[in-house]
């Protein structure tokens, strides 16, 4: 009980570009226009951000391409992405958190995340005999990752190289974290939001939220709304 009690609160990392318009969600485009995506990505951050807000850690990281904006709220930290591939700045974002404590890394593609999901697996108690958590994406890839003890070799061997945007990119990931001897925990199955078929889907999941109203008004305009059907 006394080691539970001691556990260090885990550091989150989102990783993420500005959402400038004609740098975001291009695959959004068509149907959607440029400022169109970026609205949507702005949403979609804005509902990561905030959904993270409510999970207890001890440090939030905004792992940020571009320039933060009003969207970034109070208790973030930003910290700039390196050059090179997604596979190179993703490993440089766990280098970025605190030794000693857990690290949870998310994408800003995923704006239904489950806050309480997540901080139900990063819990002291449930988070015992855990190395790594894994999140899949429908699209093969993953929309998160998460180390118990994270260093930044062991973050570089687990993730530079791995092939993005493809649909073995999860697959080589995992293969990976058993290669190097890890207890992988399973997240939820989420989709990423790519294409307007994504967006429809996901708003649907969180009608409540920043991207589900964003997406109503895109689609009002762009006539996307009925994408998933």
Do not use: H, N
């Not at 969600?25 to 959607?32: A, E, G, I, Q, V």
């Not at 994406?137 to 118990?148: E, S, T, Y």
């Amino acid at each position: 009980m006394r080691a539970v009690l001691a556990a260090p609160a885990p550091t989150l990392l989102v990783i993420a570009k500005a959402p400038v318009p004609g740098r975001v969600k291009t695959r959004l485009t068509p149907p959607c226009t440029p400022e169109q995506a970026a609205a949507l990505a702005e949403a979609a951050l804005t509902d990561t951000l905030r959904a993270l807000g409510s999970v207890p850690a001890g440090r939030r990281l905004l792992v940020l391409d571009g320039e933060p904006g009003p969207w970034l709220p109070a208790g973030w930290q930003v910290v700039p992405q390196p050059a090179g591939g997604l596979d190179v700045r993703l490993a440089a974002a766990f280098a970025a958190a605190p030794a000693g404590a857990p690290a949870m890394l998310v994408g800003m593609d995923t704006p239904q995340l489950s806050a309480a999901a997540l901080a139900a697996q990063l819990s002291p108690a449930a988070r015992a005999g855990a190395d790594a958590w894994f999140g899949p994406a429908r699209d093969g890839g993953f929309w998160a990752l998460g180390l118990a003890r994270p260093t930044a070799d062991l973050a570089r061997r687990l993730l530079v190289g791995v092939p993005m945007s493809s649909p073995r990119t999860g697959e080589v990931l995992l293969e990976r974290l058993a290669l190097a001897g890890l207890t992988v925990r399973r997240l939820p199955l989420l989709t990423d939001v790519d294409t307007a078929r994504d967006a429809a889907e996901v708003a649907a999941l969180v009608p409540g939220g920043a991207f589900a109203a964003c997406w109503r008004s895109v689609g009002a305009v762009a006539g996307t709304a009925g994408a998933a059907g």
